[in-house]
């Protein structure tokens, strides 16, 4: 019993801490590089959204194609989180003096851009062990609570991320605005993170179906869920996360630039942009320790759509806000949104998916958050935004339509997946 306790306590500090690092890197350098693309490097609208567009079509390619096969051939699951995340930080690094090397600043965007998508192939080996990790290591039951409480751990490591990466990107003040990328340190701090992340995992074991069957018990259903494996039902699920993560994060490269955007926008500096990104990091936290419960009370479908209600609402805010408050708000309901739809939906496939075909299966599940935060904005949100101000409009309605036009693809997801569960409900 006493090994059991301290086995699950190892297991738990390793995958929390391994998530602290991860989302403080995160924070670090992609809540400030779309503004470095735009404002200091001179690209477009839509093309800053490329650089999480091609990247996470490299990575979800290779989830499904390449690392998923393997790793539920060779069932390897932490060795691949650890050479990814090395892998990955070698990589970074070559990208920041590859785009030094060139003249022109748009071209430096795209030696970004492309340095970026090479590196995701290797970051994507580490996506794909890290979700079939918890799958093995976690019974049923309690992967909701758990996908809670390391949202809530990342969100820490989130909150400190952004906050540094605020400072790094204007030399505290000292140097100029775009510093912190131009000059290396936002690069060189998130590689060196990505080395530090794989310590972590040290306490944590393989993994793989054989693992499993030594700690899963018999899955019991959720109010109005089905734990029982099915192919099609997941990928009818599938389409209706879609939607809702195309919808709520198709807006997240060009929030940033339209924050930044002066009178009559609201013109921030880079500092309160990480106030403002912090208080989604804030929701995380504290959102993540109460959705495991909550999942296990209405169910993993019912708590999906809470989610993407908030969702819609925040989309909404951002669209018609003219005070600094109300997106204040809309960004903490977006956190809010962001865990509860993370630790639901994770739960809900995990029911639908077969253990022998867990990491393939769950390289689909993770391209649809993987593409929704750059190839949503990059056919969504960027054109529509670019066509408006080719149009003559101003740019900070331009930026809101997009918004509105957010709203919309989200609450197709819901529709979609309302039915489902309604179907679901009068099959059980």
């Known amino acids: 019993m006493d090994t059991n306790i301290t086995s699950s306590t190892r297991i738990f500090l390793g995958l929390s801490s391994f998530q602290i690092l991860a989302m403080f890197r995160r924070g670090l350098f992609y809540s400030y590089l779309s503004i470095y693309l735009r404002y200091f490097l001179g690209m477009s609208v839509t093309g800053t959204t490329l650089f999480a567009t091609l990247p996470m079509v490299l990575n979800v390619s290779f989830q499904t194609l390449v690392w998923g096969v393997l790793s539920d051939k060779y069932q390897l699951r932490r060795t691949f989180v ?63 609570v758990i996908q ?26 000292l140097q100029y605005e775009g510093w912190g990328f131009y000059e290396g340190s936002l690069f060189f701090v998130a590689a060196i993170v990505m080395f530090l992340s794989t310590i972590p995992m040290v306490l944590v074991p393989e993994g793989g179906v054989h693992y499993e069957s030594e700690i899963e018990p018999e899955q019991q259903s959720s109010i109005g869920d089905i734990t029982t494996p099915s192919t099609h039902i997941f990928i009818i699920f599938l389409v209706a996360i879609t939607f809702i993560n195309f919808g709520r ?30 208080t989604q990091s804030l929701a995380i936290i504290l959102l993540g320790l109460i959705v495991g419960r909550m999942c296990q009370k209405i169910g993993n479908g019912n708590t999906i759509l809470l989610g993407a209600l908030m969702s819609i609402i925040s989309l909404v805010l951002l669209a018609i806000s003219t ?51 750059g190839l949503a904005g990059t056919i969504i949100a960027g054109p529509i935004t670019d066509y408006l101000l080719i149009l003559g409009v101003t740019e900070v309605l331009a930026y809101r339509t997009a918004f509105l036009t957010a709203t919309f693809v989200t609450f197709i997801g819901v529709l979609l997946l309302i039915l489902l569960l309604i179907w679901i409900r009068v099959k059980s």
Do not use: C
């Open 148 to 173: 809670g409480r390391l949202s809530s751990m990342g969100g820490l490591g989130r909150i400190v991320g952004i906050w540094i990466g605020g400072l790094l990107y204007n030399g505290l003040h």
């Open 323 to 373: 005070n600094l408050s109300l997106i204040f708000i809309a960004s903490f309901l977006r956190g809010s949104a962001q865990v509860i739809i993370m630790a639901s939906s994770y739960a809900f496939a995990s029911g639908l998916i077969t253990p022998k075909e867990r990491a393939k299966l769950f390289g689909l599940f993770n391209a649809s958050f993987f593409l929704s935060w």
């Open 249 to 278: 994060n198709s807006i997240a490269t060009i929030l940033p630039q339209y924050l930044f955007l002066p009178s009559p926008g609201f013109g921030v500096s880079s500092e309160l942009l990480s106030y403002i990104l912090n």
């Open 82 to 144: 650890i050479l990814g995340e090395i892998l990955a930080g070698i990589g970074t690094i070559i990208v920041f003096f590859t785009h030094r090397i060139v003249d022109q600043l748009v071209l430096a965007g795209w030696m970004i851009i492309i340095g970026l998508s090479i590196v995701e192939i290797f970051w994507s080996m580490s996506n794909n062990g890290w979700s079939a990790l918890i799958s093995d290591l976690i019974p049923y039951e309690e992967r909701s």
